[in-house]
């Protein structure tokens, strides 16, 4: 059984929802970062001279280590104390967001990015666990969730949007800079309003031999995958990197089985909601990250959209997710269940997605692309919540961290695996069409509308393993009823009856009686109460 790791609450004279607040900030400035720097790379390209081989890892140095580390990142959490990583990780990305800013060179902006992968990873392998034990009660808890999803979702539409203000107005070193003040704001408020836990590592090894093997895995994996686009998923080189990361992958699993204290318990994977979880993640994030990435190409190369515009144009996408994550589907799932919303969501996205896999080369934004932002938007304002609940529900309290790393860790593979499949897709169909000599707009179009085809295709099977593997989790029942000559459980502040010969029963929230012959309970079960980190009923 796992050790429990106290959950997180808001520390003296702050609220839970300030310190949801603060997670939430640094989640949005790693996020965000992903995508901001998108529409910024023509002018990083003048400005530092890059080649345009070279220009492509402005972003992937920031990929690889993110998808690398967030495994490792959210066990440590577990093992070291969730606040200290997750305030480590945001002091790391906010100097390496500095760093960025005043590169003057190629060399010293890649190193930066590379830290600001890592910086993020940290950061983000812990958040949801931390969100979830801030939050126990399941309305609450819902609530926060879907907080917590639409700032993982409107993060990279933002980025967008952002990004192009920032870099025609005050030039590209601001979309980094920009970072410096609100890190540095939230490293202070998250070591106020977050509660500092000892974690479970006392005694345990951190695993060193599986934390390499599966860091450099994951990094390989990863890197593997950003790369194919360019050299072709049969090529030699990507096979061969490819099974090197399934070799380093397999002695990890090995290592695992043979670990006094592995990194990655072999339990976690007999949880039966977390496993169908990643799966059901790792493939909606494939087919939904075609949106951010295809329809941001189409409104600019056929429709003719500049940055800023484009930016407007996926902004009815987070609109939607917002309301739908903050509102609606906290109530959806406390009337309806987890599985049943995510089932429709998935649904919508699926819908969604088929919409856009009929764009005409000679289309318009409101009549093409904005009908399709409905269902994207709502289905996917439904699903994160839906989804990240059943993910952190089959974990233990003990193996929260490990189960947030995990679940970020599957939404940055399938991103990464889905902007490659779905761009080499649609890079294949162009090229195709265009020695067959359509006209340029046709010809992309083409290769969109079979990108967000199969897009789609990835989200239905998203749809089959939630609906065969996934279970709504099980609700709190309500308290037993109390029989003649015990305690009642249902009355709190109250002392607990006790039978002739037997202990006292120390509930929570309720006062133990005292023993014949001996002094009171000299604690008020408010005060056990807050040093457990939990409230009286």
């Avoid at 490659?420 to 290769?447: F, H, N, Q």
Wanted: proline content about 6%.
């Amino acid at each position: 059984m796992s050790a429990h790791v106290p959950p997180v609450r808001a520390g003296a004279g702050a609220s839970r929802r300030l310190a949801l607040a603060v997670l939430c900030a640094g989640q949005l400035m790693v996020i965000l970062d992903g995508t901001i720097v998108n529409v910024a790379l023509p002018s990083i390209q003048e400005s530092l001279g890059f080649s345009p081989s070279g220009l492509g890892w402005v972003v992937n140095a920031y990929l690889i280590p993110f998808g690398g580390l967030l495994l490792l990142s959210g066990r440590f959490g577990d093992l070291f104390g969730r606040r200290r990583v997750f305030t480590t990780g945001l002091a790391v990305f906010t100097a390496a967001s500095l760093l960025c800013g005043v590169a003057q060179s190629p060399a010293v902006l890649l190193v930066s990015r590379f830290a600001q992968g890592v910086g993020g990873a940290i950061t983000s392998s812990v958040t949801l666990a931390m969100v979830v034990t801030l939050f126990t009660e399941p309305r609450e808890r819902a609530g926060a969730i879907g907080v917590y999803s639409f700032v993982q979702s409107a993060g990279g539409t933002l980025g967008l949007l952002l990004g192009g203000v920032l870099t025609q107005t005050v030039g590209w070193h601001w979309i980094f800079f920009v970072n410096v003040p609100i890190g540095a704001v939230a490293v202070f408020m998250a070591r106020r309003t977050l509660r500092a836990e000892e974690g479970a590592g006392r005694g345990k090894s951190a695993d060193a031999l599986g934390a390499c093997l599966v860091t450099a895995a994951l990094m390989l994996a990863v890197y593997t995958i950003v790369e194919a686009a360019g050299h072709g998923f049969g090529s030699p080189r990507t096979l061969g990197l490819g099974l090197a990361a399934l070799v380093l992958l397999a002695l990890f699993v090995v290592r695992q089985a043979k670990a006094a204290d592995p990194l990655l318990p072999p339990r976690m994977f007999a949880f039966r909601n977390v496993s169908g979880a990643l799966g059901t993640h790792t493939l909606m994030i494939s087919g939904m990250f075609g949106f951010q990435f295809l329809a941001v190409l189409y409104m600019q190369k056929v429709l003719g959209f500049d940055a800023v515009q484009t930016g407007f144009g996926v902004v009815p996408v987070s609109l939607l997710i917002g309301l739908m994550s903050l509102f609606l589907a906290p109530r959806l799932i406390a009337r309806a269940g987890h599985r049943t919303v995510l089932l429709g969501a998935l649904v919508l996205i699926a819908g969604g997605l088929a919409l856009l896999g009929r764009i005409p080369a000679d289309g318009a934004y409101l009549t093409d692309v904005f009908p399709a932002t409905v269902p994207l938007g709502t289905g996917f304002g439904l699903a994160m919540p839906a989804l990240a609940g059943l993910a952190m529900s089959g974990a233990d309290p003990g193996d929260s961290g490990l189960a947030s790393g995990m679940f970020n860790t599957m939404q940055q593979v399938g991103a990464s695996l889905g902007l490659a499949v779905l761009s080499t897709l649609a890079a294949s169909r162009t090229s195709t069409a265009l020695a067959d000599g359509t006209a340029r707009a046709e010809a992309l179009t083409e290769g969109y509308q079979l990108a967000f085809r199969v897009g789609s295709c990835f989200v239905l099977g998203a749809l089959v393993v939630a609906a065969t593997v996934l279970r709504n989790p099980p609700r709190p029942g309500p308290a037993p009823a109390a029989r003649p000559g015990t305690a009642s459980a249902a009355r709190s502040g109250t002392a607990s009856a006790v039978r002739p010969g037997t202990a006292p029963v120390d509930r929570p929230g309720t006062a133990p009686a005292a023993r014949p012959g001996t002094a009171p309970a000299d604690r008020p079960a408010a005060a056990r109460s807050t040093e457990t980190g939990t409230t009286s009923p």
